[in-house]
């Protein structure tokens, strides 16, 4: 059998499509965070959790946040507690 010529490839997921086991972990995430309370739970976390919390919010915003003055600015998040505020 032939084997092919400048990185070609035959077969497999079309680039971008979704692991299967991918999404189905994340679909368990989902539903137990809804059991577990959603956004109830999640704030408690953040209260109870803040260093735990923050690395979660790391994992799902974005690497780049573009805040719209295009002047190379920076974006600082700090965690206030209520007590501060």
């Known amino acids: 059998m032939a084997r092919p010529k400048g990185g070609q490839k035959f077969g497999g997921r079309v680039k971008g499509t979704p692991n299967k086991d ?27 959790n803040p260093t735990a919390f923050m690395g979660l919010v790391g994992k799902v915003l974005p690497m780049q946040v573009n805040h719209g003055d295009h002047e190379g600015g920076k974006l600082v998040i700090a965690w206030q507690t209520a007590s501060e505020g």
Do not use: F, S
């Open 22 to 48: 991918n999404a189905a972990i994340k679909a368990m995430i989902e539903q137990a965070l809804t059991k577990a309370g959603g956004v109830d739970y999640l704030t408690r976390q953040a209260d109870e």
